[in-house]
């Protein structure tokens, strides 16, 4: 069964940083693309990023040049990161990653974030 977990959330000011971390059970993160997406209270879940099999990635851009994304080296610990600089209070926000195999989409539980100006 593939789960998810996310990780590192927290409360963050203006022009700060966290890194957020996406721990995968079940499958490889060797073999699928991982999405980070988030979602702000009222707001629909808006996608972030994606983090490809190939060590690429992909931003939206109201994160590019400020998030980047990482693997575990040598994925020993089949866990993907993001590590968000930079950050603004529009950041602040439930932050999922997600995971496709097949038809299947699967998402963890979530992790806060959120940013004081």
């Known amino acids: 069964q593939v789960q998810l977990v996310e990780s590192g959330g927290g409360l963050a000011q203006a022009g700060g940083s966290l890194r957020l971390s996406c721990t995968v059970s079940?499958?490889?993160?060797?073999?699928?693309?991982i999405g980070w997406y988030r979602q702000a209270p009222g707001k629909e879940r808006e996608w972030v990023a994606t983090?490809?099999?190939?060590?690429?990635?992909?931003?939206a851009e109201f994160v590019r040049g400020r998030f980047t994304a990482s693997r575990d080296i040598a994925n020993t610990k089949n866990t993907i990161y993001l590590q968000m600089n930079s950050l603004k209070p529009e950041d602040s926000a439930t932050y999922y990653c997600?995971?496709?195999?097949?038809?299947?989409?699967?998402w963890g539980q979530g992790t806060q974030v959120t940013v004081s100006s």
């Open positions: 997600r995971l496709n195999r097949g038809a299947q989409i699967y």
């Open positions: 983090i490809y099999t190939t060590a690429g990635a992909l931003f």
């Open positions: 079940g499958s490889s993160i060797s073999s699928v693309p």
